[in-house]
């Protein structure tokens, strides 16, 4: 069968097209709550796709991360509170046309250039994939521990803090797959005595703890967010001539969404501002930016939904989240028996070709449910604070619950929180903790695997030439973002001594 057969059938005999649908609007609904990110709503989501088919699960979450990119845009325009991150951008001429009677208009383009990010970032997210997975039949053993090396590196060095932060992340990350039974031996470590410890400690429960309760833990003791008007529930879809002019930004976001979204660690935030600011530089009337210009809210919004697509490629191709949205992903994959790499195509390409019209049908369908739940989503925002929060607390514990039905998983994802809750008042990344421990099967049963083959000698790290370059990389991603912190140390050093000076 073609790749189009497999993504018709998929879409006809499985429930992948209900899935997209709810999917877009739960993200839509979840990414419009300030503080609920991407990942959080697929968090959330994720003890309840335990029981699903493969297809029909992934679907529902990656399209849920697509409604949520679009979602985030509401109450950046409304409100001046970005629900995600990558919404920043956003709020600085959504909110300037709100305030001049066009927050209509300017919903209506974050809107349209949100779905024609979605489908640019499919694109590229189709023709990439699997020639890049097929570079990943050269791997051995230590080639694949390399690769792991390398993402946590990756990860570690460019996510936000300092290297060491980052570093110390996915060591803990690494620490904790380690909990259960040994890969090689079957031994049991670090259990003790704990019978529910056997299997290790799930990823999922960690995901849901580190990102969703830890968030929880946070929005409690901040005060409640704005409100949107009762009036402000309908978009204003551009016109021709305006979609004319925004064709400039949309090119510049999907472009620089589609580079920042395949490179590891990036993400919608860097791609957003980063086109907002070249398509400033590159405008006609760069003089409106910041006053309301709807090419500033056209850039940023075609980038972070890019990036919903093109973050997929490093995650499906070599099994290397970029972001902590495709880190769900992962860990939904893996629940379900699918490892990502070029194995994927060849044992499961309907899931894959699924997944794809899955999504296709996800970023065709966010034009209508994004203008059908814009009333409903300015509902939830405006819904009194404690009873939002308690009602994902709900939301939360009864997922987890299902899963097992284990009072023994709400601890470890209690406890996950209150570890995320720190990292977060520490200023850890979660990034490379979640990846450390999805990361720790792959990494140790291949190094002690290629130790296995030849008899304890580790030169076959460095023996095997795409182990080397991997590691090499590794190295240098780590030297680089070393200097960068240095440098950036000595730059604060100097401006406290001016101060003082001063």
């Not at 001049?100 to 919903?107: F, H, N």
């Not at 779905?115 to 997210?125: F, H, K, N, S, T």
């Not at 570093?167 to 039974?181: C, F, Q, R, S, V």
């Not at 299902?402 to 200023?427: E, K, N, P, T």
Request: glycine residues 14%; aromatic residues 8%.
């Amino acid at each position: 069968m073609s790749g189009l057969e497999h993504a018709w059938h998929a879409l006809t005999t499985t429930p992948a097209v209900f899935a997209a649908f709810g999917g877009v609007m739960w993200g839509i609904l979840g990414g419009a709550l300030p503080g609920i990110s991407p990942s959080i709503a697929m968090a959330l989501l994720l003890p309840f796709t335990y029981d699903m088919a493969p297809i029909p699960a992934i679907v529902l979450l990656a399209s849920t991360y697509v409604g949520a990119e679009y979602g985030g845009s509401i109450p950046a325009i409304l409100i001046r509170t970005p629900g995600t991150n990558a919404a920043a951008a956003t709020t600085i001429d959504g909110y300037e046309m709100h305030r001049q009677g066009r927050g209509g208009e300017a919903l209506g383009i974050s809107l349209v250039s949100g779905v024609i990010g979605g489908l640019i970032g499919l694109a590229v997210l189709v023709l990439l994939t699997k020639p890049l997975a097929s570079v990943a039949l050269l791997f051995t053993p230590p080639a694949y521990f390399s690769l792991g090396i390398l993402g946590l590196s990756v990860i570690a060095s460019l996510s936000s803090g300092s290297l060491i932060k980052g570093l110390m992340a996915g060591a803990l990350g690494l620490m904790l797959a380690t909990i259960g039974t040994d890969p090689v031996s079957g031994v049991s470590r670090f259990t003790f005595d704990q019978p529910e410890l056997l299997d290790g400690i799930r990823f999922i429960l960690v995901m849901v703890g580190v990102f969703a309760v830890s968030e929880l833990f946070v929005q409690s003791g901040l005060p409640a967010w704005e409100k949107a008007g009762r009036g402000e529930s309908r978009i204003k879809l551009p016109s021709f001539a305006l979609l004319k002019r925004l064709r400039r930004s949309q090119l510049i976001g999907s472009v620089i969404g589609t580079f920042e979204g395949c490179m590891p660690g990036a993400g919608g935030s860097i791609a957003a501002f980063l086109s907002y600011n070249e398509a400033r530089r590159w405008s006609r009337r760069p003089e409106e930016f910041g006053q309301g210009s709807p090419e500033g809210i056209a850039a940023p919004e075609t980038a972070n939904n890019t990036v919903a697509g093109t973050a997929l490629v490093p995650m499906l191709s070599f099994g290397i989240p970029g972001s902590n949205s495709t880190a769900i992903l992962l860990g939904g994959l893996l629940i379900h028996g699918m490892d990502p790499g070029p194995m994927l195509f060849t044992r499961h390409p309907d899931f894959v070709y699924g997944l794809f019209g899955g999504l296709l049908v996800a970023n065709l369908s966010l034009f209508v449910i994004g203008i059908l739940v814009l009333t409903p989503a300015i509902w939830l925002v405006n819904r009194p604070k404690p009873y939002l929060l308690a009602a994902i607390y709900a939301l939360v514990f009864s997922g987890v619950y299902s899963i097992d039905h284990s009072l023994f998983d709400i601890g470890i994802v209690l406890a996950a929180g209150c570890v995320g809750y720190l990292m977060r008042l520490l200023g850890f990344p979660f990034l490379p903790l979640v990846l450390g421990l999805v990361l720790g099967y792959l990494i140790e049963a291949n190094y002690r695997r290629s130790l296995l083959l030849t008899g304890g000698d580790h030169v076959v790290f460095v023996q095997d030439p795409v182990s080397l370059g991997l590691l090499i990389a590794a190295l240098l991603f780590v030297v680089g973002s070393a200097t960068r912190d240095f440098r950036e140390a000595r730059r604060r050093a100097r401006e406290r001594e001016a101060g003082a000076g001063g």
